[in-house]
């Protein structure tokens, strides 16, 4: 599709520019009050802006560039650098200045001219933001907007039937007759046409297969404030049967209960184009084109700051750019009230284990689990923070009191019994762990993961040896390219005696897994049983230069001394044929 291909250009054509050659940890988000300090020469301002941009400290390489751009005012390269290194930074006001100079020099500059739109919107200027709209290259992301940002621009002159009659014009792109849809919708509801309103939304809907949060959220509000909450409550419900365990409608479905329809909606024109620009945003996200989604993201929040799932969105894409310092601080900007809040929090939690603050994660995850004692989710979470971090025992105490929140198993469950059943192997009671296990199986019969971890721990028992490898056989056949399980298949020929068997397996698994110390240990235990003692050697050798743990350290370098001797491990138990 011709608008998909003009979107994800527009998005890939910035990722250069704004995070440099090489993907970096992320770092700290700059404030006004901490303001990078800046050099007096143009070099070293140049310079220490580039690092700090290879760094992804994007508000310092923009606080550098501008400080050199104010020594050589006249570089177009880095005129352009700085402009979208602001905007990609929410420094709008700033950006705003650079954008009339970048026009000025390149009047085809789209993001240049939507910034601009973007504040003769956001400052009442309707006719000049409509004037520069019309102006837009139609194969241009800003083409694709500007339809949109121009009705709300008459919707700000007060003329809605030309605004109206703009969006009825249907374009031939498939995403941009569903946007039209949408704004349709949000004006006809501003004008108090709620059956117009009502109308369009459910064609958006219909179009996304039910899919859309956002068009769940504005119609099921819609009918609350039109006394209709059985409406309400069915949309909301049938969203939830295609996404169990979804908490973002909670909030709706404790008002519909408690009969508390939401306020009077207060809607500007502001709004209005903030929506629209997070429609576009969305759109880029999904089409991995996440850094052109981050600007439109910026000046969907600096029309409407406070705008929740915009600021998911906006936290989501940092993420996914491996900015985790201004994700968490986009976060922590939620509402405490808003139907994003419980989300955002978990979020939170995630990244501050990602940035080793782990202390703080599980301090905000027990918070949680207070502040909602019926919801197993933070109790979840922090097992699986715990569990990463090799807590393992701590983590089944977490586990343990989440399944007591959990009234009813169900086919969902079947991760959290396996993730509980790891900690429980990992934290030496096996009784528990191979019972979950295998309850995990009962709801999902062909699960890779499953089959692979019960059938390897099976046979490093040396219990049921058949019926373990039959399992992992059929993991490996689910998984092929799948390193670990590979191994798993190929360690189970070795402990069943077939080393021939073995080798090819095992040589496959270290080729889709090179790094890893322990199935470069168990190809040289083949290479030694079947004769190929210098390369079991090799592979010994290899294996420790892996940084292993340490009893397995212990392990080869006996092995490098010794050899493996003449006994073998690979006698089945009596017994244990399953």
């Given at each position: 599709m011709?608008?998909?291909?003009v979107?994800?250009s527009?998005g890939?054509?910035?990722?250069?520019?704004?995070?440099?050659?090489?993907p970096?940890?992320?770092?700290?988000?700059?404030?006004?009050?901490d303001?990078?300090?800046?050099?007096?020469?143009?070099?070293?301002?140049?310079?220490?802006?580039?690092h700090?941009q290879?760094?992804?400290?994007?508000?310092a390489a923009?606080?550098?560039?501008?400080?050199?751009?104010?020594?050589?005012?006249?570089?177009?390269?880095l005129?352009?650098?700085?402009f979208?290194?602001?905007?990609?930074e929410g420094?709008?006001?700033?950006?705003?200045?650079?954008?009339r100079?970048l026009i000025k020099?390149?009047p085809?500059?789209?993001?240049?001219h939507?910034?601009?739109?973007?504040?003769?919107?956001?400052?009442g200027?309707?006719?000049?933001?409509?004037?520069r709209?019309g102006?837009?290259?139609?194969k241009?992301?800003g083409?694709?907007?500007?339809?949109?940002?121009r009705?709300?621009?008459?919707m700000?002159?007060?003329?809605?039937?030309?605004?109206l009659?703009?969006?009825a014009?249907?374009?031939?792109e498939k995403?941009?007759k569903?946007?039209?849809?949408?704004?349709r919708?949000?004006i006809?509801?501003?004008l108090?046409?709620?059956?117009?309103?009502?109308?369009?939304?459910l064609a958006?809907?219909k179009?996304?297969?039910?899919?859309s949060?956002?068009?769940?959220?504005l119609?099921?509000?819609?009918?609350?404030?039109?006394a209709?909450p059985?409406?309400?409550?069915?949309?909301y419900?049938?969203?939830?049967?295609?996404?169990?365990?979804?908490?973002l409608l909670?909030?709706a479905?404790?008002?519909?209960?408690?009969?508390?329809?939401?306020?009077?909606?207060?809607f500007s024109?502001?709004?209005?184009?903030?929506?629209?620009f997070?429609?576009?945003?969305s759109?880029?996200?999904r089409?991995?084109?996440?850094e052109?989604?981050?600007?439109?993201?910026?000046?969907?929040l600096y029309?409407?700051p406070?705008?929740?799932?915009?600021?998911?969105l906006?936290?989501?894409?940092?993420?996914?750019v491996?900015?985790l310092?201004?994700a968490?601080?986009?976060?922590?900007?939620i509402?405490p009230?808003?139907a994003?809040?419980?989300?955002?929090?978990?979020?939170?939690?995630?990244?501050?284990?990602?940035l080793?603050?782990?202390?703080e994660a599980?301090g905000?995850l027990?918070?949680m689990?207070?502040d909602q004692?019926?919801?197993?989710?933070?109790?979840?979470?922090?097992?699986?923070?715990l569990r990463?971090r090799?807590r393992?025992?701590?983590?089944?105490?977490a586990?343990?009191?989440?399944?007591?929140?959990?009234?009813?198993?169900?086919e969902r469950?079947?991760s959290?019994l396996?993730?509980?059943?790891i900690?429980?192997?990992?934290?030496?009671?096996?009784?528990?762990?191979?019972a979950?296990?295998?309850?995990?199986l009962k709801?999902?019969?062909?699960?890779?993961y499953?089959?692979?971890?019960?059938?390897?721990?099976w046979i490093?028992k040396?219990?049921?040896?058949?019926?373990a490898q039959?399992?992992?056989?059929?993991?490996?056949?689910l998984?092929?390219?799948?390193?670990?399980?590979?191994?798993?298949?190929?360690?189970?020929?070795?402990?069943l005696?077939d080393?021939?068997?073995?080798?090819?397996?095992?040589?496959?698994?270290v080729?889709?897994?090179?790094?890893?110390?322990?199935?470069?240990?168990?190809?040289g235990d083949?290479?030694?049983?079947?004769?190929?003692?210098?390369?079991?050697?090799?592979?010994w050798?290899r294996?420790?230069?892996?940084?292993p743990?340490?009893?397995?350290?212990?392990?080869i370098?006996?092995?490098?001394k010794?050899?493996?001797?003449?006994d073998?491990?690979?006698?089945?138990?009596?017994g244990n044929?399953?």
């Amino acid at each position: 599709m011709r608008t998909t291909a003009v979107l994800v250009s527009a998005g890939l054509g910035l990722a250069a520019l704004i995070f440099g050659p090489a993907p970096v940890q992320a770092g700290p988000a700059k404030t006004d009050k901490d303001r990078t300090e800046t050099g007096r020469t143009l070099s070293g301002n140049y310079l220490a802006g580039r690092h700090a941009q290879a760094q992804r400290d994007l508000s310092a390489a923009a606080d550098f560039l501008g400080a050199a751009l104010k020594q050589t005012p006249d570089a177009p390269g880095l005129l352009h650098r700085t402009f979208i290194l602001l905007t990609v930074e929410g420094r709008i006001k700033e950006a705003e200045v650079l954008a009339r100079r970048l026009i000025k020099a390149n009047p085809k500059m789209t993001i240049a001219h939507l910034v601009l739109a973007a504040t003769d919107i956001k400052q009442g200027r309707f006719a000049a933001a409509r004037k520069r709209l019309g102006k837009m290259p139609e194969k241009s992301i800003g083409g694709f907007a500007a339809p949109v940002l121009r009705a709300w621009s008459l919707m700000g002159m007060k003329k809605s039937k030309a605004a109206l009659k703009l969006l009825a014009a249907e374009p031939k792109e498939k995403a941009a007759k569903v946007l039209h849809l949408m704004h349709r919708a949000l004006i006809n509801e501003m004008l108090g046409r709620n059956d117009l309103a009502e109308k369009h939304y459910l064609a958006v809907n219909k179009d996304q297969n039910g899919g859309s949060l956002r068009v769940v959220q504005l119609l099921g509000e819609l009918y609350e404030r039109t006394a209709r909450p059985e409406k309400a409550r069915t949309l909301y419900q049938n969203y939830l049967k295609d996404k169990p365990g979804s908490q973002l409608l909670d909030v709706a479905l404790k008002r519909l209960k408690a009969g508390r329809p939401p306020g009077l909606k207060v809607f500007s024109v502001s709004a209005g184009a903030a929506e629209a620009f997070f429609s576009i945003a969305s759109s880029l996200r999904r089409q991995n084109a996440q850094e052109m989604a981050l600007a439109l993201g910026r000046l969907a929040l600096y029309l409407k700051p406070n705008f929740p799932v915009m600021q998911i969105l906006m936290g989501d894409i940092l993420e996914a750019v491996d900015r985790l310092e201004p994700a968490l601080e986009v976060y922590s900007s939620i509402s405490p009230t808003s139907a994003f809040s419980w989300p955002a929090r978990l979020r939170i939690t995630s990244l501050l284990n990602r940035l080793n603050r782990t202390d703080e994660a599980v301090g905000h995850l027990n918070r949680m689990a207070k502040d909602q004692t019926d919801d197993p989710g933070p109790l979840i979470s922090l097992g699986d923070i715990l569990r990463g971090r090799e807590r393992f025992e701590e983590a089944v105490v977490a586990y343990d009191q989440a399944f007591k929140r959990i009234q009813t198993l169900e086919e969902r469950h079947w991760s959290l019994l396996y993730t509980r059943a790891i900690a429980l192997e990992r934290s030496k009671q096996w009784p528990r762990a191979e019972a979950d296990f295998l309850s995990a199986l009962k709801f999902k019969p062909e699960q890779p993961y499953v089959l692979n971890y019960l059938g390897y721990s099976w046979i490093d028992k040396g219990m049921y040896l058949d019926r373990a490898q039959k399992m992992i056989a059929k993991a490996a056949s689910l998984r092929p390219n799948d390193g670990f399980i590979i191994d798993s298949l190929g360690w189970g020929y070795y402990r069943l005696g077939d080393f021939e068997k073995a080798v090819p397996e095992l040589e496959r698994a270290v080729e889709l897994r090179p790094q890893d110390p322990i199935i470069n240990d168990h190809l040289g235990d083949a290479y030694w049983r079947v004769g190929r003692r210098r390369e079991a050697v090799f592979q010994w050798k290899r294996s420790l230069s892996l940084d292993p743990e340490e009893d397995v350290v212990t392990k080869i370098k006996r092995k490098l001394k010794v050899g493996l001797g003449d006994d073998t491990e690979t006698a089945k138990k009596p017994g244990n044929d399953g």
